[in-house]
C-alpha cells in the first residue's frame, strides 16, 4: 500500500516562526501536492511538484514556500508563520500524468496552531 | 475556472437510511468525477470515480453517475451504517494535469 507521512501531526507556532512541514512518500511517486484544509471552504491547492526541484503554484501559494530535493520528500515552509495560517496541512502524492488513474494518495494532516 | 459544489452539511442519517449528497461541477471540457472520503483523523481516500458520461462508480456500497446534461454526480447509498459516518469531497479533474479541484466537503453522521 501507498503510505504517505507527515512528520508532525500536531503544530503549536508562535506568530512570526518559521515553520516547516514535511512530507514523504514511499512509492516512487512523481507528484507530491500541498493542501489546506478549512471548514466551509473544502481543500485549496497551495503547491504541487511535478518532479526533483520543479514546483509549482496552486490557488493559494501566498505566504507560502515548497521544496522537493528529492523524489519522495515534499516539504511546505511557512517563512513567517501568522494566525490565518491555523489551518489542517495535508499532503498527496500520485503517479505521473501519463500514468495517472485519478487518485491522490493523502497523508494523515498536520494540524497546525498559530498563536 | 472550475469549480464544484457540493450540498452543505452535516447531513445526520439513522442507520440504514437512504443517503444522497449532491454534487454539481462547473467545467470546460470533459473531466473526470471523483468521490473522496475522510474519515475521523485520517487522510483522505479514493472512494469511487467516473471518467466520461454515463458512467458509474461504484465503492463499498455508494454508487455516483457521471450526469453531463445536468452536469451532476451524486453520492448514493441504499443503507447507510454507523461506520459511514465521514467528510465526503466531491472532486473533478480535467486538462493535461492531474490536479483535482474539490467541493467544500460534506460531513455525515450516521446514528444507530
Known amino acids: 500500500d501507498v503510505k504517505v507521512t507527515q512528520s508532525s501531526r500536531y503544530l503549536v507556532k508562535r506568530t512570526g516562526e518559521k515553520v516547516f512541514l514535511e512530507c514523504v512518500q514511499d512509492?516512487?511517486?512523481?507528484?507530491m501536492f500541498w493542501y489546506r484544509q478549512d471548514p466551509g471552504l473544502g481543500l485549496r491547492l497551495i503547491y504541487f511538484?511535478?518532479?526533483?526541484?520543479?514546483?509549482e503554484k496552486g490557488d493559494i501559494p501566498e505566504g507560502y514556500s515548497v521544496s522537493r530535493e528529492k523524489k519522495e520528500r515534499f516539504s511546505l515552509i511557512l517563512e513567517s508563520a501568522s494566525t490565518n495560517q491555523t489551518s489542517m496541512y495535508l499532503c498527496?502524492?500520485?503517479?505521473?500524468?501519463?500514468?495517472?488513474?485519478?487518485?491522490?494518495?493523502f497523508g494523515e494532516g498536520s494540524r497546525l496552531t498559530v498563536l | 475556472g472550475d469549480s464544484v459544489t457540493q450540498m452543505e452539511g452535516p447531513v445526520t442519517l439513522s442507520e440504514e437510511a437512504f443517503l444522497t449528497i449532491n454534487c454539481t461541477y462547473t467545467?470546460?471540457?470533459?473531466?473526470?468525477l471523483f468521490w473522496y472520503v475522510q474519515y475521523p483523523g485520517e487522510g483522505l481516500q479514493l472512494l469511487l470515480k467516473?471518467?466520461?458520461?454515463?458512467d458509474k462508480g461504484s465503492n463499498k456500497g455508494f454508487e455516483a453517475t457521471y450526469r453531463k446534461e445536468t452536469t451532476s454526480f451524486h453520492l448514493e447509498k441504499g443503507s447507510v451504517q454507523v461506520s459511514d459516518s465521514a467528510v465526503y469531497f466531491c472532486?473533478?479533474?480535467?486538462?493535461?494535469?492531474?490536479?483535482?479541484?474539490f467541493g467544500t466537503g460534506t460531513l455525515l453522521a450516521v446514528q444507530p
Open positions: 498527496a502524492s500520485s503517479l505521473s500524468s501519463t500514468s495517472w488513474t485519478g487518485e491522490l494518495f
Open positions: 512509492m516512487d511517486h512523481e507528484n
Open positions: 511538484s511535478y518532479d526533483v526541484k520543479m514546483k
Open positions: 467545467a470546460t471540457g470533459y473531466p473526470s
Open positions: 467516473a471518467t466520461k458520461a454515463d
Open positions: 472532486a473533478l479533474s480535467g486538462g493535461a494535469t492531474n490536479k483535482l479541484i
